[in-house]
């Protein structure tokens, strides 16, 4: 069963027994608030900086993220030259070409 079912059980549970649906969605507002808090807290983001570091945070990731895709770019790069080169020796191996550039 879900969070979000199991909340809805509890509710319906204290619904029947009286307690106003108004107040009860209070409460668990109020709850989960005060646990996000804590949450935050806990990890060290529940200061005025906390936005600015998590910007900060998906700014360098995103950084990250673009020198990977970058270098991998470069690395496939030199893989197909290195190819092409190799090719070329190969082609100039086979029709005895050495010959023409003085080895």
Same mark, same amino acid.
């Given at each position: 069963?879900?969070?979000?079912?199991? $909340?809805?059980?509890?509710?319906?549970? /204290?619904?029947?027994k009286?307690?106003? *649906?108004?107040? #009860?969605? @209070?409460?668990?507002? &109020?709850?989960?608030?005060?646990?996000?808090?804590?949450?935050l807290?806990? $990890?060290?983001?529940?200061?005025?900086? /906390?936005?600015?570091?998590?910007?900060? *945070?998906?700014? #360098?990731? @995103?950084?990250?993220? &673009?020198?990977?895709?970058?270098?991998?770019?470069?690395v496939?790069?030199?893989?197909?030259?290195l190819?092409?080169?190799?090719?070329?020796?190969?082609?100039?191996?086979?029709?005895?070409?050495?010959?023409?550039?003085g080895?």
């Amino acid at each position: 069963m879900t969070g979000d079912a199991v $909340l809805a059980t509890l509710m319906a549970q /204290a619904e029947g027994k009286g307690v106003d *649906l108004i107040t #009860l969605r @209070a409460l668990v507002e &109020e709850s989960s608030q005060a646990g996000a808090r804590r949450a935050l807290g806990a $990890l060290g983001l529940d200061d005025e900086r /906390a936005r600015r570091d998590m910007d900060e *945070l998906r700014e #360098l990731l @995103a950084a990250w993220r &673009e020198a990977k895709r970058s270098v991998w770019k470069a690395v496939a790069g030199w893989f197909a030259r290195l190819a092409l080169a190799m090719a070329l020796v190969g082609l100039a191996v086979r029709f005895r070409l050495s010959d023409l550039v003085g080895a």
